[in-house]
């Protein structure tokens, strides 16, 4: 009901929008602006000059700007997690960050987004986990997707497991167009990513990537892998999920 009545709030002129999301226990400043867009959350922080664009879909648990944080338009935010943004932190416009329902996905998910930095304009992220993005860091250009899942399938027959986790992007990070990276990954401070580049294992040392053709690396037999991997033991998971 707290999220319909918000919804509702949220389509009003940004004044008077702020001042009933106000009285319905929203913590959100009057310096604060809020676009015409769907909004179903639980709970809004939003400090001075912070601010949500035009037409975005935003479905979703809490929702915590710090000062001139912002989302921009066309934006589709769907799922059970929470957006924790530092001062200056943003989303662009027209990019897509879901997560599947509790029962196929576990536990507690946020994307946190340190101070100045940016995802840009339509890009894709997975939250089956945790995306946490460092200061002054970028997701840049356009077409890039972060994954915080995958399936290994067994060599034979319907065996298969997920495997999640956690992506960490951490202080002065450019990612170019067109990057893919997958579960699991750090990619530690001071480092650039090239364009059209996947980043299958986490990046330690500082200075810039770039991808390279395709090629054969091991046979990965799935009982061997599950050996690696921690088993996630959660109730009515719909698939067998292990963690990296």
Known sequence: MRKLLTALICILPSKLA???????????????KIGFSLIFV???????????GHFNFIKINNLK???????????????PFDLNFDKQGAIGNSNKITRAPLGVT???????????????????????????VGDFSTIAGSSSQIWTHGYLHASSGKGRIRIDGEVHIKNNVYIGSNCVINAGISINSAITVGSNSTVPKSLLKRGMYVGQGLRYLEKKDLEDVKKQLKKIDKPNLIDSVYEK
């Open 65 to 79: 700007f710090k000062p001139k944080a912002y989302i921009g338009h066309l934006n589709i935010l769907k799922g």
């Open 18 to 32: 702020l001042f009933f999301l106000k009285m319905i226990g929203h913590n959100v400043s009057y310096k604060a």
């Open 106 to 132: 576990y536990g507690l998910s946020q994307l946190k987004m340190g101070e100045l930095s940016k995802i840009t304009a339509n890009h894709r992220v997975d939250l089956t986990r945790s995306v946490f």
């Open 42 to 52: 639980d709970k809004i922080i939003m400090s001075d000059e912070a601010r949500i």
